[in-house]
C-alpha cells in the first residue's frame, strides 16, 4: 500500500516543484531610453496568436494593390509592444473592410522592428506584432485562413537610419494582398 501511494505523490512533487522554477519574463522598460529587454516573450506576452494558420502558398499568387481610397496603410507600433494603439485600429478596420469587399483576396501580415535588440528578439516582435494584426482582423469577421503570418524582424526597415523618428516608422505591420 506504502508504494502505491508513493508513485502519485512523487509525480505531484515533481510537478509542483517544475511548475514553480518557471522564471516568469522581464517586464519590458518603463519608457524608451533606447534599451531592450531581452525577455522570453516581448512586452511580457504569453504567446502568439492561437488561431489555425492557412495553409496559403504566396509564391504563386498574384499581388493585389488596393485602391488608395481603401485607406490601407501600415499599423505603427510602439517601442518593444506588439499590442495595436487605439491611434491605428482604423487602419485594421479598412484592410478588414477591403477583405470583406474582396472574398477572392488573401492577406500575408508582415511584422517589423527597428534596429535595436537582438536579430531573435526582433524576429519574435516582429511575429507577435503580425499575430495581433492578424488577430484583429479575425475578431472583425475576416476568416482565419485568409490570412498568414510573417515576421522580418529588422531585416526590411522602411527608412534607414537611426533614431526615434526613423525607428517610429520601422516598428509596423505591413500589408500584403494577394489575389487567390
Avoid: H
Avoid at 510537478?15 to 519608457?31: F, M, Q, S
Avoid at 474582396?102 to 536579430?119: A, F, H, M, S
Avoid at 509596423?172 to 487567390?180: H, K, M, N, Y
Amino acid at each position: 500500500m506504502k508504494n502505491l501511494l508513493r508513485v502519485p505523490l512523487a509525480a505531484c512533487a515533481a510537478l509542483a516543484l517544475a511548475a514553480g522554477c518557471r522564471t516568469p519574463p522581464k517586464a519590458p522598460p518603463a519608457e524608451d531610453d533606447g534599451t531592450i529587454v531581452e525577455s522570453e516573450f516581448p512586452g511580457g506576452l504569453e504567446a502568439p496568436g492561437d488561431l489555425p494558420l492557412g495553409n496559403i502558398d504566396f509564391s504563386k499568387l498574384a499581388p493585389v494593390v488596393p485602391p488608395a481610397a481603401a485607406g490601407i496603410a501600415p499599423v505603427y507600433f510602439s517601442y518593444n509592444e506588439s499590442a495595436i494603439p487605439a491611434s491605428e485600429q482604423g487602419k485594421v478596420a479598412n484592410a478588414a473592410l477591403f477583405l470583406m469587399q474582396n472574398p477572392g483576396v488573401v492577406l500575408l501580415v508582415e511584422g517589423n522592428c527597428d534596429e535595436r535588440g537582438t536579430t531573435e528578439y526582433n524576429m519574435s516582435l516582429g511575429e507577435f506584432r503580425a499575430q495581433s494584426v492578424r488577430n484583429a482582423l479575425v475578431a472583425q469577421g475576416i476568416e482565419p485562413a485568409r490570412i498568414q503570418t510573417v515576421s522580418y524582424g529588422e531585416e526590411k526597415p522602411a527608412v534607414p537610419g537611426g533614431g526615434e523618428a526613423v525607428w517610429r516608422l520601422n516598428r509596423r505591420g505591413d500589408f500584403a494582398f494577394f489575389q487567390r
